[in-house]
């Protein structure tokens, strides 16, 4: 009930008829506030503050029962209201842009009828003259809407911890006492009167701290900045500072200013609010992604161990051969350290980008993955040839280039499954090019790739094969792209994907 006194007497400005019209009505929003957190409890302790503000404030002018039943009307318009808005936003405690059009619409309406009952009281109990009832009604209605707008975002913030936690945090940054001590010095030359001339033209200047907080911190550095600025501007007029323009309409434009820098602030906290969650669904899908790449990238090793695992029964079971047996499982274990290291490279990359550079000759690579498809070319009638020069360094995360290699002789294999076996070709080859570049090509005999698959070939999730994963390429392309390089397809009538990365420094050992 103090700090409700006490808002009616800051704001007590310009009063009409010296009654509770004003051009702004501030205590209105406290009183909605705690209606909104109790209820019906509110009744009261609003109703005995209306009456101490007409004791303390005013002077008691309406007398004591036309002021009891000015407070009991108001108190029931006001409840009405608070209910209102109670029951339709229990659920919510945010503001939104959608919340704040509500409330603004729902106030405007209910405080139009709330205020015709008041005034129209007033009048009847000759306070007002009835032909000052229609500019009375508006001047009240507008003095609650603008004290709604001003001050209860600000309320509504410190109602709440996590709130005040925001509020703190924006108190804490620097800009806050920027556009705060730009405010301050706006309204120091509305004091000194050097820009309030000529109906105060230059009151738009106000709009740079708003839009400047309102852009920076969003609303809850708004809700405080607009605030200080009202009471700025009502303590000048009180101390009889501004007089070049009537209170009532420089209220209306700090209304506008401030529903203005609200719906901005509003705007940039949805905004920030749609991007985390972007991040979020992002980290989710780039999570689901390295799933998907882990399970496309660790078939061919498991398949390889199963292989391997198969012979190792075979040779047990028949006894033919044994000499054949340690290099089996020499190879097992191979193939089974090359799927953990491909588990911890992919979820390093994955996670933070880390890739373990090393120089390193392309052809050693070539000849890493060239082994690795041996008997399955062997098997499958499959010629794979390779022109590579020696002597051509690249620094590179190792595992990750034999992975975008191996993918792309992998789809080649697949392509070249659709041709008679005396056509199924494939040929790597790597060359230096100018601007020490190296070019990695990867051609087959398959049917090539037409002009509309190439526009969506590197997209994840898209795939020529009914059992493919839409992945391979995919993840080709961002660890070639993450080194530096850059992947494509070429259109004609055999198959050509080729892959360009920077070649080392031979001076330094560091990527050119």
């Avoid at 405690?93 to 015709?116: D, K, P, S």
Wanted: some cysteine.
């Amino acid at each position: 009930m103090a700090a409700y006194v006490l808002l009616d007497w800051v704001s007590y400005v310009e009063p009409l008829f010296g009654l509770n019209i004003t051009p702004w009505n501030p205590e209105f929003a406290l009183g909605l506030l705690l209606w909104l957190k109790i209820g019906r409890r509110a009744a009261l302790p609003w109703f005995v503050a209306l009456e101490l503000s007409e004791h303390l404030v005013r002077g008691l002018p309406a007398g004591p029962i036309v002021s009891a039943a000015s407070a009991v009307l108001l108190v029931t318009g006001y409840g009405i209201v608070s209910e209102l808005l109670r029951r339709a936003l229990r659920s919510s405690r945010e503001y939104g842009n959608r919340q704040m059009t509500f409330w603004l619409v729902l106030v405007v309406i209910a405080l139009t009828l709330n205020g015709l009952a008041y005034v129209g009281l007033l009048t009847v109990a000759g306070l007002i003259p009835v032909e000052a009832l229609a500019d009375s009604t508006t001047r009240y209605v507008i003095g609650d809407v603008i004290g709604f707008v001003m001050t209860m975002p600000l309320l509504w913030i410190l109602s709440s911890p996590a709130g005040r936690r925001n509020l703190m945090a924006a108190l804490g940054n620097w800009e806050t006492a920027g556009y705060l001590s730009l405010a301050g010095v706006l309204i120091g030359c509305m004091f000194a009167g050097w820009i309030g001339t000529g109906k105060f033209r230059h009151f738009y200047f106000l709009f740079l701290p708003i839009i400047w907080a309102a852009a920076r911190q969003g609303v809850n550095a708004t809700a405080l900045i607009v605030f200080v600025i009202q009471v700025g501007i009502t303590s000048a007029f009180r101390l009889g500072r501004i007089d070049v323009i009537p209170f009532s309409e420089l209220q209306l434009f700090g209304a506008v200013l401030a529903i203005v820098g609200i719906f901005i602030g509003l705007t940039v906290d949805e905004q920030r609010k749609t991007a985390n969650e972007l991040k979020n669904s992002l980290r989710l899908a780039a999570a689901g992604e390295m799933a998907a790449a882990l399970a496309h990238e660790l078939n061919q090793p498991i398949t390889a161990l199963s292989a391997y695992g198969r012979a190792c029964e075979h040779l047990l079971a028949h006894g033919d051969n044994p000499a054949l047996l340690p290099d089996v499982m020499r190879k097992m274990v191979l193939e089974a350290g090359r799927v953990s290291e491909v588990v911890i490279r992919l979820r390093e990359f994955f996670r933070t980008g880390t890739m373990q550079l090393e120089a390193t000759d392309i052809a050693v690579i070539v000849d890493g993955v060239v082994a690795q498809f041996a008997a399955q070319c062997e098997t499958s009638c499959v010629r794979l040839s390779v022109a590579v020069v020696p002597g051509i360094r690249i620094r590179v995360d190792r595992l990750q280039i034999e992975l975008v290699l191996r993918n792309l002789v992998a789809n080649a294999v697949d392509a070249v499954m659709a041709r008679p076996p005396e056509h199924r070709e494939i040929m790597i080859t790597a060359v230096r090019l100018a601007g020490a570049r190296l070019q990695v090509t990867v051609e087959d005999s398959g049917p090539g790739i037409t002009a509309k698959a190439i526009s969506q070939l590197f997209e994840p999730f898209v795939s020529g094969k009914s059992n493919g994963l839409g992945l391979g390429l995919a993840l080709s392309r961002s660890i070639v792209e993450a080194h530096g390089g850059s992947i494509w397809a070429e259109t004609g009538e055999r198959g050509l994907l080729r892959f360009v990365l920077p070649l080392v420094d031979h001076g330094s050992e560091h990527v050119k």
